[in-house]
């Protein structure tokens, strides 16, 4: 599978920022699917994922009730609906997908989009 992500944007703290993640090939629906993000000089690290079909989503602590994940597998995409973002948000966010039914680590996922840059201003 193949994954396009797009979005990026420039917003003010306290704003929103919707990214999405168009997969193309097939089986779009048999992948768990995940967002993570790297901010300048840092490593990679988890976001968010939602599951194949059963709608299982969990997020890191740290956007825990402001970020939301969803997927339409009839679209072959995957969303990250961001809110109340803050300026520790800036970082350029990796769309990705994975065979395992659950899956948070970067090591459990096979593929990867070119990611997308947001940058948040204070």
């Known amino acids: 599978v193949q994954l396009q992500a797009s979005g990026e944007g420039l917003v003010q703290a306290g704003g929103s920022l919707r990214l999405s993640c168009a997969a193309s090939?097939?089986?779009?629906?048999?992948?768990?699917m995940g967002w993570f993000r790297q901010a300048p000089g840092k490593e990679r690290v988890f976001v968010a994922t939602?599951?194949?079909?059963?709608?299982?989503?969990d997020y890191a602590e740290s956007v825990r009730g402001r970020f939301a994940i969803s997927r339409d597998n009839a679209e072959n995409t995957v969303y990250l609906q961001m809110n109340s973002l803050k300026p520790e948000d800036t970082a350029v966010y990796y769309c990705?997908?994975?065979?395992?039914?659950?899956?948070?680590?970067?090591?459990?996922?096979?593929?990867w989009g070119q990611g997308t840059l947001v940058t948040v201003s204070s």
């Open positions: 939602i599951s194949r079909s059963d709608g299982y989503t």
């Open positions: 990705a997908a994975s065979f395992f039914v659950r899956a948070a680590g970067t090591g459990t996922y096979s593929y």
């Open positions: 090939g097939r089986g779009f629906s048999r992948y768990t």
